[in-house]
């Protein structure tokens, strides 16, 4: 059952515009370069990730709605009955969760389960982010995705310590990329319908990917939590591939060397960070999926 509707929150023109040109402002600082990169056919293999391999456009990402139970007033916000979900009403123009198409219903009851179970499930700290180590595993040069940076090791070195090391990757969107090789060397062997029973909140990809479950809600999720969301996932996917094998120092990243005892416990402590700094946007998303049932 759908949680009750609030009285709505009605916002007057010059608040709801503020709102509006600080979400557009916040995001440029992200997308204004990836765009200039783009322009000048450049690419990067940190950043480009946002725009590549998640489906949210720059123009989306960059458009502002309020989320439901939130009445916008005075003039333009009828600019907002472009799009179908919203609805005119005594208070202002609204977001109307009824608008959910039934098929989407489905999804969101999904996702709402998995985050919950997620904020219950006792996180894992112990993977050493040794994934993108098992996405190069015995590949030859030409094979490596990123293979116009170097990697800290050689093959045969690179070889002996992936096999010398436990590889507990629980996130199937990350093993998927595993070499076939690798993929026995895992722990777990997740397909993405275990993902309800091992995502789990220690996690950087499933961090990162409260990003994708904010954007798969829009229009309904208010722009400033889709932008929290991309603020954790951007920072996440720094130490990403700072753990990496590659050598991204000509990026100006400096690598976490999750080969030494030193650098796993560094990697361990931003594991905690971002666990810590997900559990609130989680939180957000599963009331957003509780409003919209």
């Known amino acids: 059952m759908s949680a009750a509707a609030a009285t709505p929150n009605r916002l007057a023109a010059p608040d709801w515009r503020a709102r509006q040109q600080a979400h557009d402002a916040r995001v440029r600082r992200w997308t204004d370069p990836h765009q200039a990169r783009a322009a000048r056919g450049e690419k990067h293999s940190i950043h480009d990730f946002f725009f590549s391999y998640y489906s949210f456009r720059v123009a989306w990402l960059r458009r502002w709605h309020p989320g439901p139970d939130v009445a916008l007033a005075g003039d333009g916000a009828r600019e907002f009955l472009r799009w179908p979900e919203y609805r005119e009403t005594t208070d202002g123009v609204m977001i109307d969760c009824a608008m959910l198409p039934a098929h989407r219903r489905e999804f969101v009851a999904w996702l709402r389960d998995l985050l ?6 006792q996180p894992f700290f112990g993977c050493h982010g040794l994934h993108e180590w098992a996405m ?39 093993f998927r990329f595993f070499t076939a090789p690798a993929r026995p060397l895992n722990k777990l062997q997740p397909t993405r319908a275990d993902a309800p029973h091992l995502e789990q909140r220690g996690c950087l990809h499933a961090n990162m990917d409260l990003y994708k479950w904010a954007f798969k809600l829009a229009p309904f999720t208010p722009s400033e939590v889709t932008a929290d969301c991309f603020a954790l996932a951007w920072d996440i996917r720094e130490i990403d591939m700072r753990a990496s094998p590659y050598d991204l120092r000509a990026l100006g990243f400096a690598p976490i060397a999750i080969e030494t005892p030193a650098g796993r416990a560094e990697y361990e402590e931003h594991q905690r960070t971002f666990a810590v700094r997900g559990e609130p946007l989680r939180a957000r998303l599963i009331a957003l999926c509780e409003r919209l049932l």
Do not use: K, W
């Not at 919950?116 to 499930?121: D, N």
């Not at 030409?142 to 992936?162: K, S």
């Open 136 to 174: 190069v595993y015995r590949q030859t040069p030409d094979e490596i995705r990123h293979n116009q940076h170097p990697l800290r090791f050689a093959p045969a070195e690179l070889t002996r310590l992936v096999e010398s090391l436990p590889i507990c990757c629980s996130h199937f969107d990350a």
């Open 116 to 121: 919950g179970a997620m904020q219950v499930r």
